[in-house]
């Protein structure tokens, strides 16, 4: 099985309002690489996603995403500074040390997409 080897793993991010969705991604911090009217390749350091203009209420809002970062309270004082949630309408939790042995805080996209950024503690 030494030839099987695997480079990347990507999701299809779902976007209700895709223009929006787009810019939400763009001030998170997320480079928008390539877009057309259907998709749009989201870049950030080794991590990736494509944002599609497709939305069910129903998956939106049950789609999880966990993004690893090296210093996450610097991310949550960056979003807090730049007032992302209150410009995009969107609720971002608190910094929370899990027994699981990570620090994180939550964040919902325009879409209702839950994101959870976390360090390793």
Known sequence: MS????VELKTFVPAKDFARSRDFYQALGFNMRWSDDNLAYMH??????????FYVREQAENFVMHLLVED???????????????????????????PWGMREFVLFDPSGVLWHIAQNT
């Not at 030839?3 to 695997?6: K, T, V």
Request: charged residues 15%; glycine residues 4%; contains cysteine.
């Open 3 to 6: 030839n099987l080897s695997s």
């Open 44 to 53: 950030h350091g080794s991590c990736s996603f494509m944002l599609q203009n």
């Open 72 to 98: 996450v309270a610097s991310w949550h004082r960056h979003l807090s500074a730049t007032r992302l949630a209150e410009h995009f309408s969107v609720r971002m939790g608190e910094l929370v040390d899990q």
